[in-house]
């Protein structure tokens, strides 16, 4: 079992920045992919962002590539998001999951996930 608390969100004026972390406990953080996902009102929880188990492979979504960073520390049993240039557009519910099922992969694909947090809000105003 992983239960995921997220933290860091939000509201933040545009061309701002956050950082989101995401706090994981149980024994199978550090050997499984991370990732963050993002869902808008109205809209379907889409991909941003993913990281195997040793960090030393990310993925990104077009959309936040170049702007976001996806990194993890196993020590702490934490992965975080950097998010710089934040547009109204990113406005959503952050999420992470957790992927124990496949740590060798950065998947884009949320049915790869098993666990997921609750989520937290940011608001990018124009």
């Known amino acids: 079992q992983v239960q995921l608390v997220e933290t860091g969100g939000g509201l933040v004026q545009a061309g701002g920045s956050l950082r989101l972390s995401c706090a994981a406990s149980g024994r199978t953080f550090s050997n499984s992919a991370m990732g963050w996902f993002r869902q808008a009102p109205g809209k379907e929880r889409e991909f941003v962002a993913a990281?195997?188990?040793?960090?030393?492979?990310?993925y990104y979504a077009d959309s936040v590539k170049g702007r976001f960073t996806i990194s993890r520390d196993n020590a702490k049993n934490t992965v975080y998001l950097q998010m710089n240039s934040l547009q109204p557009e990113d406005t959503a519910v952050y999420y992470c999951a957790a992927s124990p099922g496949q740590p060798f992969h950065s998947s884009p694909n949320p049915n790869d996930y098993s666990y997921w947090g609750q989520g937290t809000q940011v608001t990018v105003s124009s």
């Open positions: 990281i195997n188990w040793s960090g030393q492979s990310s």
